[in-house]
T-cell receptor
């Protein structure tokens, strides 16, 4: 089945130690998103790529970066994680221009910061 | 700024006890309103998209409706497997397809 795959499912890092989360998709969608979701909170958009065009949300901290080396993969880099960055990180995809605007989500990566 | 407010925050039902979840929204121009289901520790799973006031969509025990200011997710004769958090999101016209989410309603259905 075509899908959005996130690795790892659980990630533990130390305060200030850089961490990278990965996302891959087999849907061949041209848009990829990263959302942050804290416990009992709404998913919050960090940034998205339309093809190679990067779009950052105005309130996304500089500590968060992203890379999309090709259509299938997207990475979230947290340069110096703080305790407040512990959250579920959700990757999603959509197909702009295809007439179907819904987002397809991966299972998420639960990040813990010690 | 686009906003989504969902109520109640949590809802407990007995199996078979029908109810509705509410999603109120403000958006500059609505492109679509989305309902997702989220199980603990997992990503949201798509349920419905609604595009215009008066539109309704159904899937098994769920029916979603839309007005100009809010959407309802009606659950008829729920079963324990319907227990999950239900998220509502809006997509604005113009620009990207990004979704603005509400905090969700956590539904628990007791047998």
């Amino acid at each position: 089945d075509a899908m959005v795959i996130q690795n790892p499912r659980y990630q533990v890092t130390q305060f200030g130690k850089p961490v990278t989360l990965s996302c891959s998709q087999t849907l061949n969608h041209n848009v990829m998103y990263w959302y942050q979701q804290k416990s009992s909170q709404a998913p919050k958009l960090l940034f998205h790529y339309y093809d190679k065009d990067f779009n950052n949300e105005a309130d996304t901290p500089d500590n968060f970066q992203s890379r999309r080396p090709n259509t299938s993969f997207c990475f979230l880099d947290i340069r110096s994680p703080g305790l407040g960055d512990a959250a579920m990180y959700l990757c999603a995809t959509s197909s702009r221009g295809a007439g179907d605007e819904k987002l397809f989500f991966g299972s998420g990566t639960q990040l813990s910061v010690l | 700024e686009d906003q989504v407010t969902q109520s109640p925050e949590a809802l407990r039902l007995q199996e078979g006890e029908s109810s509705s979840l509410n999603c109120s929204y403000t958006v500059s121009g609505l492109r679509g309103l989305f309902w997702y289901r989220q199980d603990p520790g997992k990503g949201p799973e798509f349920l419905f998209t609604l595009y215009s006031a008066g539109e309704e969509k159904e899937k098994e025990r769920l029916k979603a409706t839309l007005t100009k200011k809010e959407s309802f997710l009606h659950i008829t004769a729920p079963k324990p497997e319907d227990s999950a958090t239900y998220l509502c999101a809006v997509q604005a016209k113009g620009g990207s397809e990004k979704l603005v989410f509400g905090k969700g309603t956590k539904l628990t259905v007791n047998p």
